[in-house]
């Protein structure tokens, strides 16, 4: 395991569990909750948090009374660079809801799913649950009933990692047996004039049969009850899945410290440079009078009268120790370029030879597709979950599947794609080739390929027997 996790010494749910610099993966909800806090913190350029700059000895400026007058901040928005990078690559721009083979007919069902995600805004919902899900590891996302009764009005409802504790099977690691949401809130109708508004308490625990929902510790019987899906009706987004289902790591994992470093060195020189930049002057074998203290910095002023042995010269910072400085801080940001494939779409990487971009290119695509395995994989499932809570019956994998579809991580050049398509046409199925126009953007994404390519084939024929009459 990378040492690489930001530990927090200060939070008592480190204490006591063995947690160090080198086993920093977190041990309890709360010491994750505390590593979303700080990813959230990366993403947004915010300030390290006093936890952080003690734990990692960041730099802090100090005055002769040993007063602290600056400290490290976050500079650079490398985290917040590498998580959209990955969460537009992730969707392509174009993420298509679709029916698998087996269903491409039924087109009742397909309409249910497109449903759901129009109630849903999917179409903002996703970005978003992309962004976070690259940003914390982790997110969720439930497939809530809106009303007690039909119509359900199914709507898939995202919650942040922090707001949810998942149980998992211990014979089977991959089964949620159990997911407990808790929010605090405070609810405006509560205000009284001159008052202040009491935060209230909201638990909703999710199981294969049941939904209960708990408001400051009280049951609400208007929004708990059996749910007959079968199955949780919620779904773990995970970025980047490791030891436990429970948490996964970030797009940002792997860069905490190496940043940190950075900005604990460009805050120290810019402390140096501002210090030393100062026209503070040194005098030698001379001493100012109480009058001439004051204007002896002044601008045109002229020092007369000085013994034949003395010297005045302003105080200035070494060279050295700034440069050395500054190149620390481009062999870590070289680093981070050389192991990051998200450098492919950055300026710095324009000037790289063509087979180098073309790893890069691989590497990234490698990623992002291993990624939407498992997270394309969650949004069906809870597509499918909704749908199947909306007609009141049990979640089938097979009969309520579905499947997205997005382009290449990596745009393609599209003239190539499209003579290798014709080139191919022998060997592959006319509709094949129309979703792979459809992916591309040459053909229209509304349209289902199979009706499209019975259209095309009425065409052709009806040309053909014209030309024959």
Partial sequence: MSNQLVNFPDNPAYRGEGNSAAESYPTSEAGWNARYAALRRMYLVGDYSTAEREYYKLFEARDDDDKRIDWTRRLFGVGAFLVNTDARALLGGRTMLELPRGLRNNAAHLAAGETVWRRSSMALQLPMAAKMTACMGDYWVEAVRTNRAPPYATTLVFYDPENVTPIYDELNPTKLVKAVIDVDYIDEADYIEGGTLPSHHFTRTITATDVTVEVDGKLRPEFSGPHRAGVCPIEHLRWMPFSRYEHS??????????????????????????????????????????????????????????????????????????????????????????????????????????????????????????????????????????????????????????????????????KAEIEALYLAAGDMKRADRIRKLQQLGMLDASHDPEVYAIDVEDETSAKARSMLE
């Fill in 249 to 414: 790591l970030s797009a940002m994992h792997g860069i905490d410290v190496p940043l940190m470093r950075i900005d604990s060195a460009v805050c120290q020189i810019a402390a140096g440079l501002t210090r030393f930049g100062n026209p503070t002057i040194v005098m030698t074998g001379a001493r100012l009078t109480a009058t001439n203290a004051a204007n002896v910095g002044r601008l045109g002023r002229v020092m007369h009268g000085l013994p034949a042995d003395a010297a005045v010269s302003y105080l200035q910072t070494a060279s050295g120790p700034v440069a050395d400085g500054l190149e620390v801080i481009r062999e870590v940001m070289a680093h981070i370029r050389e192991t990051r494939p998200e450098y492919l779409f950055a300026n710095s990487g324009a000037g790289e030879s063509g087979a180098a971009r073309s790893f890069l290119a691989a590497s990234f695509t490698s990623m992002i597709n291993e990624v939407r395995g498992h997270w394309f994989a969650a949004i069906e499932r809870i597509t499918g979950i909704a749908v199947a809570l909306d007609a009141g019956v049990a979640y089938d994998d097979a009969e309520h599947a579905f499947q997205l579809d997005a382009p290449p991580p990596v745009p393609v050049d599209v």
